[in-house]
């Protein structure tokens, strides 16, 4: 029996499928690459010492996902493919919608057609929206998405709701991330960003090697401890050390749960710089600019429910983060096309 990991040539996806080998899993990866490169999944192979299939498929070619599921024998999915970027989810809206949500569609139409009835998604803490103070917690209602890259996480979190709902076979598993950060200790994958880095810790990193020459940090006349904005950095082995065990739980509990998976810990942007600079002796100019729109002050997560629930707790702290981001940055400047 093998767990499909959709999206699992990407950032997280990879690590994860690191993780799942060494813990015995079998494992078979769809990608369409539209995010990541094949490179990621041979040096998932070289640290692990383990082989699996990586089939180039779009989740929404139901007909080639169909026969992915008619050669492999699946008992599970693990479903990390999507489009992620904030800003461009605004711009191109229908796009989201129909990658995110439709592929998301075409998936289930296919796990249900061959009877495999357990899924682990890939959620944001961007469901919390802005009308909540952290900590923020599961029971908490979801809603009030700022931009439509987290209305697809919303929506999709509430179909998987509905079919768990409709027929008590499904296991469902709503994994909400807070903000993944880090590489594989060995530096051989890690975080690929195609053009301009959206994210914190990739800009950081690529400013760290010198493809940048200054990071904006987006305002410090927030209500925070210094100014800047606040948010929970997850170390993104501990991240796919959630999914081991949440995966392990969907397996046998049927129904629909939803976790939080962060530190519980806040930590400002001039916090995480500073820490980067501590932890790899490597100098990050900054200047402080206007706001990003749409940004919060602050945004940590209340992670009892995993720890109680799956026994998960993350292990790893910033420092070990910006060290092993700084060990994929500088032995790969340009990701995967080194
Ligand atoms: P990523 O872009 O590195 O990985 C996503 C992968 O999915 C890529 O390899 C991409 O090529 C693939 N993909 C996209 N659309 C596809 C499709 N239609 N068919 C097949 N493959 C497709 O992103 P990531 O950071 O690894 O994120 C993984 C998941 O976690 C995403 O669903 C993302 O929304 C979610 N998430 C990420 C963060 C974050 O900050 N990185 C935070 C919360 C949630
Ligand atoms: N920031 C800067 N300068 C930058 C980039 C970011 O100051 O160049 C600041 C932001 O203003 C924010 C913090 O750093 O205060 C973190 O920003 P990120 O863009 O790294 O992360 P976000 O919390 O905005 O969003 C991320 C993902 C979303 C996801 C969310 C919650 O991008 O997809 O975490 O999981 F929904």
Redesign the pocket.
């Known amino acids: 029996m093998a767990v499909l990991v959709?999206?699992?040539?990407?950032?997280?996806?990879?690590?994860t499928c690191v993780h799942l080998l060494e813990a015995g899993k079998e494992i078979v990866v769809?990608?369409?690459?539209?995010?990541?490169s094949p490179k990621?999944a041979k040096a998932v192979r070289e640290i692990t010492g383990k082989d699996f299939p990586l089939i180039e498929?779009?989740?929404?070619?139901t007909e080639k996902l169909d026969e992915v599921f008619t050669q492999y024998d699946i008992e599970a999915v693990i479903?990390?493919?999507?489009?992620?970027a904030v800003g461009e989810s605004v711009s191109k809206p229908l796009e989201y919608y129909d990658?995110?949500i439709g592929?998301t569609l075409k998936l289930i139409e296919v796990m249900k057609k061959h009877g495999v009835k357990c899924i682990v998604?890939?959620?944001?803490?961007?469901v919390y929206g802005e009308r909540h103070l952290a900590p923020f917690n599961e029971e908490m209602e979801a809603g009030g998405t700022t931009n439509p890259?987290g209305t697809?996480?919303l929506f999709i979190e509430q179909i998987l709701k509905d079919i768990a709902a409709a027929d008590s076979e499904w296991s469902v598993s709503l994994l909400?991330?807070?903000?993944?950060i880090g590489a594989h200790i060995s530096g051989k994958i890690g975080?690929?960003p195609n053009g301009i880095p959206n994210?914190l810790m990739p800009y950081i990193s690529q400013v760290a090697v010198g493809k940048r020459e200054k990071l904006s940090v987006f305002g410090n006349d927030y209500d925070t401890p210094d100014g800047t904005g606040v948010r929970d950095y997850i170390h993104v082995a501990d991240l796919a050390d959630g999914h081991v065990v949440a995966l392990d739980r969907a397996l046998s509990v049927k129904g629909c749960e939803i976790f939080n998976l962060g530190t519980g810990k806040g930590v400002s942007v001039l916090q995480l710089v500073h820490a980067f600079i501590e932890a790899t002796g490597v100098d990050v100019p900054y200047v402080i600019t206007a706001r990003r729109p749409g940004d919060i002050a602050t945004s940590y997560a209340d992670c009892s429910k995993a720890e109680k629930v799956l026994g998960w707790k993350a292990k790893r702290d910033i420092f070990d983060a910006c060290r092993d981001t700084w060990r994929w940055q500088k032995n790969n400047p340009n990701g995967f096309d080194d």
């Open positions: 959709t999206g699992g040539a990407g950032y997280i996806g990879s690590q769809v990608d369409n690459f539209s995010n990541s990621s498929c779009d989740i929404r070619d479903h990390f493919a999507g489009l992620k990658n995110n592929g998604f890939s959620s944001s803490a961007t890259y697809t996480k909400r991330y807070f903000n993944p975080e690929a994210n």
